[in-house]
Nanobody, 121 residues
Framework: QVQLVESGGGLVQPGGSLRLSCAASGSIFSINVMGWYRQAPGKQRELVAR???????TYADSVKGRFTISRDNAKNTVYLQMNSLKPEDTAVYYC???????????????WGQGTQVTVSS
């Protein structure tokens, strides 16, 4: 019953910016963590950034200082503002949420379908 839908991907030149959005919908009691992962062809999926309920954020070293993760709890939405984009940022970006559907259920992970980000001149 839970869906995560990403948007905002596209083609951008090096040094440009993009903002990704991910909206969680369905039966949701609480969201513990929301984050962004990415995967390039032939590479492992890696954590880009995450934000927990209290607002604490974590970033991969490769994006620290360039990307900013934020969330709108009223909309169950997480954002990833990506600035100073580099060709090596090219990947499919996936939204992840660790959430509880009800107080009687344990938290579990949910994934979006992914959105393509291409950084190229």
């Amino acid at each position: 019953q839970v869906q995560l839908v990403e948007s905002g991907g596209g083609l951008v030149q090096p040094g440009g910016s993009l903002r990704l959005s991910c909206a969680a919908s369905g039966s949701i009691f609480s969201i513990n963590v929301m984050g962004w992962y990415r995967q390039a062809p032939g590479k492992q999926r890696e954590l880009v950034a995450r934000i927990i309920s209290g607002g604490t954020t974590t970033y991969a070293d490769s994006v620290k200082g360039r990307f900013t993760i934020s969330r709108d709890n009223a909309k169950n939405t997480v954002y990833l503002q990506m600035n100073s984009l580099k060709p090596e940022d090219t990947a499919v970006y996936y939204c992840n949420a660790n959430l509880r559907r009800s107080v009687l259920q344990l938290p579990r992970d949910y994934w979006g379908q992914g959105t393509q980000v291409t950084v190229s001149s």
